[in-house]
């Protein structure tokens, strides 16, 4: 087992315990790799979680009010969108600005997202294999939950803050499809990306068993 590197403050700015685990598996990579004789210096490992993005995986790209984007189009990112959602604004109402595609499983994907949504807005995606908003529009009904069906993506974006003013609480746009930057453009463009820092510290290795069977699994399959 490769021999833990002195990690004394490490900021991480992606949102989400997963991100955490990802970080993990970074860190416990650098090390192996120092084992084979790469020259990694600490200061660009810290510097490099740090400054780490990932545009649409639980993007914090407006405060005022607060936006999420999200292009997770699968329950296992359904579920993940929820946990986080319901994690950080566990007080808020939140209305939902979403679009899929037709071929995804979007059934147990909307079943997921349906324990964070107060309210609905659904676009349609520009893609051939999209699912009309009209016809997400009819399933998420059954929910009991508003739901507002618009012909683009501005349109939804404007929905989801009339919405928002409406509930007059921090709301929350997830887009679950895979043209992101049409949600982040259609407010105007003028919107911030944002993500809180957060400190790991250096009991990141709170999940040894699991990064101690990934330096096996690595040094297996990938470095041999």
């Known amino acids: ?44 490992v810290e510097h490099g979680l740090y400054a780490t993005v990932w545009p649409a995986r639980f993007e914090l790209i407006s405060t005022e009010p607060p936006f999420v984007v999200d292009g997770g189009h699968n329950p296992q990112c359904a579920r993940i969108v929820t946990d986080n959602l319901l994690r950080y604004f566990p007080d808020s109402r939140r209305v939902l600005l979403v679009g899929v595609l037709a071929d995804k499983d979007y059934p147990a994907l909307f079943e997921i997202l349906n324990e964070a949504a107060d ?39 404007e929905a989801a803050r009339e919405a928002m003013e409406e509930i007059e609480k921090k709301t929350f746009g997830t887009p679950v499809f895979e043209h992101e930057a049409n949600a982040r453009t259609a407010g105007g463009g003028d919107w911030d990306i944002m993500a809180e820092a957060r400190v790991l510290g250096g009991d990141h290795r709170v999940d040894a068993t699991v990064v101690n069977a990934l330096e096996e699994k690595l040094m297996e399959e990938l470095f041999m």
């Open 119 to 157: 309210a609905w807005v659904c676009v349609t995606p520009e893609s051939d294999r999209a699912l009309p908003a009209a016809e997400l529009g009819k399933l998420l009904e059954k929910t009991g939950k508003p739901v507002t069906v618009c012909a683009s993506i501005p349109e939804g974006v």
């Open 1 to 44: 087992m490769a021999e833990s590197a002195d990690y004394v403050l490490l900021v991480l700015a992606l949102l989400g315990d997963h991100q955490l685990r990802n970080a993990a598996v970074v860190l416990e990579t650098v090390e192996v790799l120092r084992k084979r004789g790469w020259r990694l210096e600490q200061e660009d």
